[in-house]
């Protein structure tokens, strides 16, 4: 069974660009959720989505967004690039709502991205 | 509110060595508890889980005990190698959100 794939692995951006993020999620998972990682920060929560519907959202600004697709990939945005944004990217899937044992989220290998 | 706390690191460990990472969390609920694995340049992989009290979650010779009187799920190692290196979350699951405690760096000396 394929793990969560994410795309792209790394990437460069100027301030004040934005950038698209990709996540497709383990077969027969429905809910996507995001993460960022800083080495100040740590594990940050952005948001989770389960059936294209938003269900939990972290504290970020609204330059960060996210959705889901009906074939249960997602993408994340962030507009309007800082240097802060700077991070590792983890997205993770999991079968909440569909399986007894779906609390355990999978994540991917992360998409970094250096903002310059 | 809902939180995982881990011992801070870095933890520098010999060859062979026992290993101990302690984590405790709050919850308004029933959480399951789990512990991460963080390899350099990685995302996480799931190390070993528990979903009730007095369960043991274990895992390539990894293991952590859920422990809800003290609120605590503590992992263990009898004997860690060089390839143990790496950066280990605590982390709890209530309803169907994740809080991950801020990770601790392992680093084994042969």
């Known amino acids: 069974k394929a793990g969560v794939t994410q795309t792209p692995r790394y990437l460069i951006k100027t301030r004040g660009q934005q950038v698209t993020l990709s996540c497709s999620p383990i077969?027969?998972?429905?809910?996507v959720s995001w993460y960022q990682q800083t080495p100040g920060q740590g594990l940050q929560f952005l948001f989770e989505y389960f059936s294209e519907t938003q269900r939990n959202k972290g504290n970020f600004p609204g330059r960060f967004s996210g959705r889901q697709f009906s074939n249960s990939r997602s993408e994340m945005n962030v507009s309007t690039l800082e240097l802060g944004d700077s991070a590792l990217y983890l997205c993770?899937?999991?079968?909440?709502?569909?399986?007894?044992?779906?609390?355990?989220?999978?994540f991917g290998e992360g998409s970094w991205l250096t903002v310059v | 509110g809902n939180s995982v706390t881990q011992m801070e690191g870095p933890v520098t460990l010999s060859e062979e060595a026992f290993l101990t990472i302690n984590c405790t969390y709050t919850?308004?609920?029933?959480?399951?508890l789990f512990w991460y694995v963080q390899y350099p340049g990685e995302g996480l992989q799931l190390l070993l889980k528990?979903?009730?009290?007095?369960d043991k979650g274990s895992n390539k010779g990894f293991e952590a005990t859920y422990r809800k009187e003290t609120t605590s799920f503590h992992l263990e190692k009898g004997s860690v190698q060089v390839s143990d290196s790496a950066v280990y979350f605590c982390?709890?699951?209530?309803?169907?959100?994740?809080?991950f405690g801020t990770g601790t760096s392992l680093t084994v000396i042969p």
């Open positions: 919850a308004t609920g029933y959480p399951s």
């Open positions: 982390a709890q699951n209530t309803g169907n959100q994740f809080y």
């Open positions: 993770a899937s999991s079968s909440y709502g569909t399986t007894s044992s779906g609390n355990t989220i999978y």
């Open positions: 528990a979903t009730k009290a007095d």
């Open positions: 077969s027969g998972h429905r809910s």
